[in-house]
Structure formats: C-alpha cells, structure tokens
C-alpha cells in the first residue's frame, strides 16, 4: 500500500491507513513508501510482519531502509538496482543482489526476509530485456536460493495482446526460479497452476484438476 500523492502527509496518513486496513483484512501488507519517517511510522503500529517494498543497492537505501526492517522483524522486497539505475548485464544485476543480502545479513536479518526483485522492462524499449531478467532470476536461484518476486506484466508495456506476452515471460519466470510473482491473481491462476503442473509441482494434477472443476462449476 501506499499513500503517497501531492499534499499528502505521509508521516500521518500511512499509519492511520495501515490501522484502517488491519481492521478490515487479515493478510500480510506490503508497505510501499520512499519516505523512510513514514516508513518507521508505519512500522511502529503495524502488527505481525509486514513486507516493506522496497530497498535497493544504494547506499542511502541500504543505510536508511535495512535498519528499519531489523528494528521491527520486517520483511523486505531487495530491487537489482544501484547508484548508477538498473543495470543491462546480468552479472550486475546479480551483484547488487548478493550485495543487498549481505548487507541485509550484517545487520541479523535472515535471507529469508529478503525477496529479491530482479526487475522485469519494457521489451518494446530493448529487445534484450527478457533474456536478461531470465538469466538474472536463474543465476539468483543458483547462488542465493531466495525468494524472488517481479512486476511481471513490465514486460510487456506499449505492446499489444499483453496477456500472451505476460503468460508467456511468467511461464519462463517461474521455470527460472520466480517463486513470488506481483500479478492480477484472478487473471494468472489457471496458467500458474499450469505452469506448476508441467515442472511436476503438482502430484497427480491435483490442484490443476481441482481449479478447474471450480471454474466450470462458476460458470454453469
């Protein structure tokens, strides 16, 4: 969630949201702020462990975000960017990863309150840009074997029939290693659960088998 717009306090307005939204759902929250006083104060009244998007590889983010994230036993989103933005190589990409996990480690926060962002652009800007978040994702599962989570409909910005392009690159995604992805539920879950079908995550098609006689069953 996030509260930011202009003329917005946001040091007042995003614990208020936070209790607000507490009192009417009992899942996890991902608090989304670039304001790190408006973070804490979120922090403060938020009750359970809330998913804080996001830190990146800048030493002001790292230095301002991560003791946050210690201080309240959050968990945090790490974004494969740096000083210098997103980078076009994998490798670099990669390495702001380890970097953000062992920063995150340095200060008592476990790997597994870390859920790396690899970053998924516009493929109708650089061609490339599929291959290297692919590549990205896969070499993050090998070395660091973390949750990763991604905005996965970025792919395919400006282009048209977005949804073959997005569950086409998602189908890819999670065969490289996305566990996480930031998609639209409703519209993803039958070809997530086809997807976990085909890597032989789903015994005997279980779960494919039992969604689809729920869809059938809404629509007779």
Avoid at 1 to 7: F, R, T
Avoid at 15 to 24: L, R
Avoid at 72 to 93: F, K, N, Q, W
Wanted: aromatic share 4%; charged share 25%; proline share 5%.
């Amino acid at each position: 969630m996030n509260v930011a717009c202009p003329g917005v306090d946001e040091i007042s307005a995003l614990p208020k949201a936070i209790e607000t939204i507490m009192a009417s759902v009992d899942v996890p929250l991902c608090i989304d702020i670039n304001n790190p006083v408006a973070l804490k104060e979120a922090l403060k009244v938020y009750k359970g462990k809330p998913i804080v998007n996001s830190v990146t590889g800048e030493e002001n983010s790292l230095n301002e975000i991560l003791p946050l994230v210690m201080e309240y036993g959050a968990a945090v989103i790490g974004l494969t960017m740096d000083d210098e933005g997103i980078p076009r190589e994998s490798d670099r990409r990669v390495a702001v990863a380890h970097k953000i996990i062992e920063r995150a480690g340095s200060l008592g926060i476990p790997p597994e309150d870390v859920i790396i962002d690899c970053l998924a652009l516009t493929l109708g800007a650089d061609s490339n840009a599929g291959t290297v978040t692919l590549e990205t994702i896969r070499k993050v599962t090998e070395e660091l074997g973390v949750n990763q989570t991604l905005g996965a409909s970025n792919i395919s910005f400006g282009l048209p029939d977005r949804n073959l392009v997005n569950h086409t690159f998602l189908a890819l995604a999670i065969s490289s290693g996305l566990t996480c992805p930031t998609v639209d539920v409703a519209k993803v879950r039958p070809a997530v659960l086809s997807i976990d079908l085909i890597l032989g995550r789903d015994r005997f098609a279980q779960r494919y088998i039992r969604e689809f006689r729920q869809r059938r069953s809404q629509n007779d």
